[in-house]
């Protein structure tokens, strides 16, 4: 007979166990740019205390992470509290988890009287990089904020105007008010230029693009944001007020690259559930032909209206899933293998 586990023998327990460990390399991850665990692991470790909660409801609190998102502000830069709370995404790690979510999509649409055959869905890559909310007002650029914990992140206005791409002022007939979120990010190419001069300066090398974009757009120094060439995509509005009257998702990328802001050129429609599988596999092959690092694909229903009814938890939407690829296996070639001898031969 195996021997139970500390969570099999006290859930309660491991749920606690579980929350300090996720915040540990949350705050790692998120406020220091540096974490200790490959992504897989830890959503491994968070999906464990999500199926524990799941399995003991009366255990779930408000403050657990599956409750909340990311991180939260630091004392490095003043705090914005967002108007519009930037949520965060429910994850799927297999084809299978998405056909789930679809099929529980399907449900919902069917209890609200509409038909889930005719639902479009919107495909995005989910580019690995830093989220971030900017805020125009009279078509100025006057605010830029991190996610932080979904309600309040650090003020980033200073550096995020040094990304090129990103409009300081808007076109004539802006919205009153636009908050503009989107993924701050480093190409491969600059990262790469970026380790190659690091190498010729006899300085340590960064570890990855992500990571380094968020440790580049979080400096005190705006010139040194500046010097790392990111970049910036735009996928979703915040406050908004005189803006336009869309009806559908895929409507608000058009209007963004209609206002001047990048604007991914993967995106698309997906006409049902039955497209789906066959996307994901796509970018899971050719996720490297591009030159920027994406980790998944987001899906969301197309119509704003069902996106309304359908609405969120306490920390996701209901009408939105992203399938984050499987960990990559990577192969090493062995060059050589010294062999020494000690005086004891051994």
Same mark, same amino acid.
């Given at each position: 007979?195996?021997?139970?586990?500390?969570?099999?023998?006290?859930? $309660?327990?491991?749920?606690?166990?579980?929350?300090?460990?996720?915040?540990?390399?949350?705050?790692?991850?998120?406020?220091?740019?540096?974490?200790?665990?490959?992504?897989?692991?830890?959503?491994?470790?968070?999906?464990? %205390?999500?199926? &524990?909660?799941?399995? !003991?409801?009366?255990?779930?609190?408000?403050?657990?992470? +599956?409750?909340?998102?990311?991180?939260?502000? +630091?004392?490095?830069?003043?705090? =914005?509290?967002?108007?519009?709370?930037?949520?965060?995404?429910?994850?799927?790690?297999?084809?299978? *988890?998405? +056909?789930?979510?679809?099929?529980?999509?399907?449900?919902?649409?069917?209890?609200?009287?509409?038909?889930?055959?005719?639902? /479009? &869905?919107?495909?995005? &890559?989910?580019?690995?990089? %830093?989220?971030?909310?900017?805020?125009? *007002? #009279?078509?100025? &650029?006057?605010?830029?904020?991190?996610? /932080?914990?979904?309600?309040?992140?650090?003020?980033?206005?200073?550096?995020?105007?040094?990304?090129?791409?990103?409009? !300081?002022?808007?076109?004539?007939?802006?919205?009153?008010? %636009?908050?503009?979120?989107?993924? =701050?990010?480093?190409?491969?190419?600059?990262?790469?230029?970026?380790?190659?001069?690091?190498?010729?300066?006899?300085?340590?090398?960064?570890?990855?693009?992500?990571?380094?974009? $968020?440790?580049?757009?979080?400096?005190?120094?705006?010139?040194? +944001?500046?010097?790392? #060439? @990111?970049?910036?995509?735009?996928?979703? @509005?915040?406050?908004?007020?005189?803006?336009?009257?869309?009806?559908?998702?895929?409507?608000?990328?058009?209007? @963004?690259?209609?206002?001047?802001?990048?604007?991914?050129?993967?995106?698309?429609?997906? !006409?049902?559930?039955?497209?789906?599988?066959?996307?994901?596999?796509?970018?899971?092959?050719?996720?490297?032909? %591009?030159?920027?690092?994406?980790?998944?694909?987001?899906?969301?229903?197309?119509?704003?209206?069902?996106?309304?009814?359908?609405?969120?938890?306490?920390?996701?939407?209901?009408? $939105?899933?992203?399938?984050?690829?499987?960990?990559?296996?990577?192969?090493?070639?062995?060059?050589?293998?010294?062999?020494?001898?000690?005086?004891?031969?051994?």
């Amino acid at each position: 007979m195996s021997k139970l586990s500390d969570g099999e023998l006290n859930p $309660a327990g491991r749920i606690d166990e579980l929350r300090e460990i996720i915040r540990h390399h949350s705050r790692l991850y998120y406020e220091q740019d540096s974490p200790e665990i490959p992504d897989a692991d830890f959503d491994a470790i968070f999906r464990e %205390l999500a199926e &524990l909660e799941d399995q !003991h409801p009366d255990l779930i609190t408000p403050d657990s992470p +599956t409750q909340s998102v990311g991180g939260s502000a +630091t004392i490095t830069f003043s705090s =914005v509290e967002h108007r519009v709370p930037m949520m965060s995404l429910d994850n799927a790690f297999t084809p299978d *988890e998405v +056909t789930a979510w679809g099929g529980r999509l399907q449900r919902r649409i069917d209890e609200l009287g509409a038909s889930a055959e005719s639902v /479009g &869905l919107v495909a995005e &890559l989910k580019i690995d990089g %830093l989220a971030v909310s900017i805020r125009y *007002e #009279n078509g100025v &650029l006057v605010q830029a904020a991190t996610r /932080g914990d979904g309600r309040v992140g650090e003020d980033v206005t200073a550096n995020v105007k040094t990304i090129t791409g990103i409009p !300081h002022r808007l076109p004539k007939g802006s919205p009153e008010v %636009l908050e503009v979120r989107g993924e =701050v990010y480093m190409s491969i190419s600059a990262f790469e230029e970026l380790n190659a001069a690091q190498i010729e300066a006899g300085e340590k090398t960064y570890v990855n693009p992500r990571n380094t974009a $968020a440790g580049s757009l979080r400096q005190k120094d705006a010139a040194v +944001t500046a010097s790392r #060439n @990111l970049s910036f995509w735009s996928y979703q @509005l915040g406050e908004v007020v005189g803006g336009p009257e869309l009806t559908e998702h895929h409507q608000i990328f058009e209007f @963004l690259g209609g206002m001047g802001f990048p604007v991914n050129p993967e995106v698309v429609v997906l !006409h049902g559930l039955n497209d789906v599988d066959a996307h994901l596999m796509h970018w899971q092959k050719h996720r490297h032909d %591009l030159d920027y690092e994406i980790d998944g694909v987001v899906l969301k229903v197309d119509a704003l209206s069902l996106q309304r009814e359908l609405g969120f938890t306490s920390r996701a939407p209901r009408w $939105a899933i992203a399938y984050k690829f499987p960990p990559e296996e990577r192969t090493t070639k062995l060059i050589d293998i010294q062999v020494s001898i000690g005086r004891t031969g051994r």
